[in-house]
């Protein structure tokens, strides 16, 4: 089992940045991949960037060239950080993990991972 605790969520005004972290425990070693999610008041929940063991790294079109992941797998922590932050970005964000190895497009499918964490919220004003 692995088990993911995300923080760094909060309010920010547009044009902000913010950067979320994610603490992995457990079997961590099983990891392949790594990602991190967001989901809207009355919205699907939806890929915004992920990343292998590698450290290969992709990301939704709505976000490439403001959010970059990285991960220190000395810590298992992964991270998020967003930058020019959009309204638009509001949502509650999760981090997820799957031991399975996949595609860079899978990668952004909320159903290939099976682990996930509670979740941080970021609120983002105009």
């Known amino acids: 089992q692995v088990q993911l605790v995300e923080s760094g969520g909060g309010s920010v005004q547009a044009g902000g940045s913010l950067r979320l972290s994610c603490a992995a425990y457990?079997?961590?070693?099983?990891?392949?991949?790594m990602g991190w999610f967001r989901q809207a008041p009355g919205k699907e929940r939806e890929g915004v960037g992920t990343i292998d063991s590698d450290g290969t790294t992709g990301y939704a079109d709505s976000v490439k060239g403001r959010f970059a992941i990285s991960q220190d797998n000395a810590k298992n922590t992964l991270y998020l950080q967003m930058n020019s932050l959009k309204p638009e970005d509001t949502a509650m964000y999760y981090c997820?993990?799957?031991?399975?190895?996949?595609?860079?497009?899978?990668?952004?499918?909320?159903?290939?991972?099976?682990?996930w964490g509670q979740g941080t919220q970021v609120t983002v004003s105009s």
């Open positions: 457990g079997y961590t070693y099983s990891i392949y991949y």
């Open positions: 997820a993990a799957d031991a399975r190895r996949m595609t860079i497009v899978q990668a952004l499918d909320v159903m290939k991972y099976k682990y």
